[in-house]
T-cell receptor, first 112, second 121 residues
């Protein structure tokens, strides 16, 4: 089983400021065709998770361009260029390279 | 618009079984993989199973093998998750979500059901 870790686990943010979350896996998430099977989700209170980024760096449809994903192999980063109040919630990374698909522990983002 | 609609909340006794439905649009049913995830109160998501659009291959997390079954009903474009031998720690919100897969690797789970709360008590 691939183990996912995230840091920080809690991230107080100031609206208008940038924010960054790190996600690491204990083995490479790169498929043999060159894609990294790493997705990012945001879960707002009482809601289903919503996809932000897939395959490491591809923004999902409808996701604001202030969100970006980068990294490859075992190290990945989600960046928010300018945080807005609606961005609060818990952010999860998830590896889809091989079952069982596993999630990171989550990073709770809240307004300072 | 919402394309995965799940069945309603249920309360079950320990030892009982539960069968959760996830009604999809025709396109999702015939073209997409659907995976099941659960989330216990205050916890992160936990992947349970995935089923392919042709109902040829399904994959169940090892911790649930023998206790969990995923299935499909073509006539209603509905997917099902059945969990047997329920225990209090199975209390969670169960979600279905559609995604894309290349062999055993999957990504882009971009449409989710609203979740089904199963309480075991």
């Amino acid at each position: 089983e691939i183990v996912m870790t995230q840091s920080p686990l809690f991230l107080p943010v100031t609206p208008g400021e940038p924010a960054s979350i790190s996600c690491r896996s204990n083995q490479s998430l790169q498929h043999d065709i060159g894609y990294d099977y790493l997705d990012w989700f945001l879960q707002k209170p009482g809601q289903s998770p919503q996809l932000l980024i897939f395959l490491g760096s591809n923004r999902a449809s409808g996701v604001p361009d202030r969100f970006s994903g980068s990294g490859s192999g075992t190290d990945f980063t989600l960046k928010i260029s300018r945080v807005e109040a609606e961005d609060v919630g818990i952010y999860y990374c998830m590896q889809g390279l091989q079952p069982p698909f596993t999630f990171g522990p989550g990073t709770k983002v809240d307004i300072k | 618009q919402v394309q995965l609609v799940q069945s309603g909340a249920e309360v079950k006794k320990p030892g009982a079984s539960v069968k959760i439905s996830c009604k999809t649009s025709g396109d999702i049913f015939t073209k997409n993989y659907v995976y099941w995830v659960r989330q216990a109160p205050g916890q992160g998501p936990e992947w349970l199973a995935i089923i392919d659009p042709l109902d040829v291959v399904s994959n169940v997390a090892q911790n649930f093998q023998g206790r969990l079954t995923v299935s499909r009903d073509t006539s209603t474009s509905t997917l099902f998750l059945e969990l047997r031998g329920l225990r209090p720690h199975d209390t969670a919100v169960y979600y279905c979500a559609r995604g894309y897969c290349s062999r055993e690797s999957c990504y882009k789970f971009d449409q989710w059901g609203q979740g089904t709360l199963i309480t075991v008590s």
